[in-house]
Each structure stands twice: as C-alpha cells, then as structure tokens.
C-alpha cells in the first residue's frame, strides 16, 4: 500500500481547518455591525428625505396617518430597534418616516 504523499496530507489538513474557520469568521464579521449602529437623528440626509420624526406625534407630514408609527411598520425589527430602510441606524418606536408600511 502507498502512503499519501505530503502534499495530499498537508491539502486535507488545510481543508479541515478553513472548513471550520471560515464559519467562525463569518459570525465574528457580522458582530462589528451590529455594534456600530446608532441612533438615526432627523438632520440624517436619508432622514430628512424621508421626513423621519423620533416622535409621530410630531409630524406635520400629509402622508401621515393617525396611529402609523416605526413600532407597527413592516420595516422595523422590534427587538434590535433596527429599520430595513435605515441601515446601520436605530430608530425610536414612535417615530415615524413617509417610507411607512403597515406591518402584516
């Protein structure tokens, strides 16, 4: 019987360690963003475009409904207070931005 050669042993040794770094390193990636988002204010250029209040209450925008704020839109995670179209950024759960959408 043949012995593998040196080659081969160092290749499988190297598959089995990138195939159980490269998990590791995709969560360790994604922890950095997470930590970095931060409150979105309304002098935010996207904010401002959007007409985003902290307060619905607040808003003077037409397109405004009664009872429509971030906490019941489709964009918002609750538990991360994080906004689809605000990426990077918390918003508060009584504000409110024309990009509005009744969550479903």
């Not at 922890?31 to 409150?39: L, R």
């Amino acid at each position: 019987m043949t012995e593998p050669t040196p080659s081969r042993r160092r290749f499988l040794i190297q598959a089995a360690v990138a195939a159980t770094a490269i998990p590791l390193l995709a969560r360790l990636a994604g922890q950095p963003a997470m930590a970095a988002a931060k409150n979105l204010t309304a002098d935010n250029p996207q904010a401002k475009a959007l007409g985003y209040v902290e307060n619905a209450a607040t808003t003077k925008n037409a397109a405004f409904k009664p009872g429509s704020a971030c906490a019941n839109c489709q964009f918002f995670t609750a538990a991360t207070g994080a906004c689809a179209i605000f990426p990077g950024y918390t918003v508060s759960p009584k504000g409110w931005c024309s990009a509005w959408a009744k969550k479903a």
